[in-house]
């Protein structure tokens, strides 16, 4: 092995200053696209924006460094990909199924203070994926979340019930959540399954929901922003 064949080859003092050019160049001209593609910022991406920005990488990344690629060819990839964007960004402004389509549609997680069934069993999600993120949003049991949907970007919006509304509810927080062996009388649990909350006779019964069994003792704390 040659250290000097790995490293350097046969690089030229000359071509390292076109490599600085060329990366400097291509460095701009991704930041131009952007720009172009009309976007604020990326925190979070869809499916459709990230595979842009992927394209645009790679045909950034070639031009940069390597010997006899004009970057006129890149200019033209890009503009091409970059005119994709603008119509299908077109495209699914005027037409809801197609921006299904490409984007993927919105999920309803929770509903009054329950999670939706047919969502996890479909296992399109984990539970502690969407827990942590309404951990992050300040709620801290089931019973204050009204809907909470999954938008396509990865982004969980919620609608909370108002504090005198909050129901009883699946607690989120790992140390109020754990299951329970015996039952008080008078007491709500919650499925740790599936969020349905019940009056127990005792630790053994079968969710009528989703049809596990194993409860915790629910919570009623009202939400506060
Ligand atoms: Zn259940």
Not at 84 to 112: H, N, P
Request: proline share 3%; hydrophobic share 50%.
């Amino acid at each position: 092995m040659d250290v000097q064949q790995i490293f350097i080859h046969d690089t030229t003092w000359v071509f390292v200053a076109e490599l600085i050019i060329r990366a400097a160049l291509m460095f701009g001209m991704i930041i131009i696209f952007l720009r172009l593609t009309g976007k604020r910022g990326v925190r979070q991406l869809s499916i459709f924006e990230l595979a842009i920005i992927l394209s645009l990488g790679s045909i950034a990344g070639d031009p940069m460094f390597t010997e006899n690629l004009p970057l006129v060819h890149a200019l033209v990839v890009m503009a091409v990909v970059i005119a994709m964007y603008r119509l299908i960004t077109w495209l699914m402004m005027k037409y809801q199924a197609f921006e299904d389509l490409v984007e993927g549609k919105s999920l309803y997680i929770v509903e009054d203070g329950e999670l939706v069934l047919e969502k996890i069993k479909l296992g399109k999600m984990s539970h502690d994926e969407f827990f942590a993120e309404m951990r992050q949003q300040g709620v801290e049991h089931l019973g204050q979340v009204r809907v909470g949907l999954l938008e396509s970007d990865g982004k969980f919006s919620m609608l909370f019930f108002q504090a005198e509304a909050t129901r009883y509810g699946l607690p989120l927080f790992p140390k109020a959540c754990q299951a329970i062996h015996r039952t008080e009388p008078h007491t709500y649990y919650a499925c740790m399954y599936c969020g349905h909350v019940s009056l127990l006779e005792h630790a053994n019964v079968v969710c009528p929901r989703c049809s596990k069994q194993q409860w915790t003792q629910a919570i009623n704390t009202p939400y506060r922003a």
